[in-house]
T-cell receptor, first 116, second 117 residues
Framework: DGGITQSPKYLFRKEGQNVTLSCEQN?????MYWYRQDPGQGLRLIYY???????QKGDIAEGYSVSREKKESFPLTVTSAQKNPTAFYLC???????????????FGPGTRLTVL | AQSVTQLDSQVPVFEEAPVELRCNYS??????LFWYVQYPNQGLQLLLK??????LVKGINGFEAEFNKSQTSFHLRKPSVHISDTAEYFC???????????????FGKGTKLSVKP
């Protein structure tokens, strides 16, 4: 089955530790995204990557880092510099834009990170 | 800059009643519009999208939405809801960009639909 997988589903870490969240897709999509979701806040874009070995900061990139060494994988590292890391993290990938410039994002099941 | 406003944070409704979830957007250029649904502790699932053409868009699970350019709205409707429709619904907007994705899908803050028996 094609889709997006995120692991683990739940993650607990001590304050001050870096932690890496996994995101893998087998949809052959070029673009991938990381969002953070907090209650009542909607989704906010952390980083996105349109192609391997390239990525751009989103609206709330501070305290996070990413890599894109393979088309299928886009891991997110939550560093100790992120002041409030407890949240639900969602990974997405998107179809290539059509002639009109539209692409559609599809989401993974999410990882809930709790920092103790 | 584009923005999305979902006018109701929570909508309680009885089973088999109709429902409308409201979404307004702001943008200086033409946009694409999306509705996503999120069940508890899960990712987002695409319900429907408006790209161009007919302003009435039909999606999965019996939902539909109507694009109104003059009112900059994209309200989501269902004529008869089920208990299983209980979830959070997100409206999102993306500006048209001829030449590739901007990676910039802007989400509203969500509306929690609670269907009661």
């Amino acid at each position: 089955d094609g889709g997006i997988t995120q692991s683990p589903k739940y993650l607990f870490r001590k304050e001050g530790q870096n932690v890496t969240l996994s995101c893998e897709q087998n949809l052959n999509h070029d673009a991938m995204y990381w969002y953070r979701q907090d209650p009542g806040q909607g989704l906010r874009l952390i980083y996105y990557s349109q192609i391997v070995n390239d990525f751009q900061k989103g609206d709330i990139a501070e305290g996070y880092s990413v890599s894109r060494e393979k088309k299928e994988s886009f891991p997110l590292t939550v560093t100790s510099a992120q002041k409030n890391p407890t949240a639900f993290y969602l990974c997405a990938s998107s179809t290539p834009p059509d002639a009109g410039g539209v692409d559609t994002q599809y989401f993974g099941p999410g990882t809930r990170l709790t920092v103790l | 800059a584009q923005s999305v406003t979902q006018l109701d944070s929570q909508v309680p409704v009885f089973e088999e009643a109709p429902v409308e979830l409201r979404c307004n957007y702001s943008s200086s250029v033409s946009v694409y519009l999306f509705w996503y649904v999120q069940y508890p502790n899960q990712g987002l699932q695409l319900l429907l999208k408006y790209l161009s053409g007919s302003t009435l868009v039909k999606g999965i699970n019996g939902f539909e939405a109507e694009f109104n350019k003059s009112q900059t709205s994209f309200h989501l409707r269902k004529p008869s809801v089920h208990i299983s429709d209980t979830a959070e619904y997100f409206c999102a907007v993306s500006e048209k960009n001829y030449g590739g994705s901007q990676g910039n899908l802007i989400f509203g803050k969500g509306t929690k639909l609670s269907v009661k028996p």
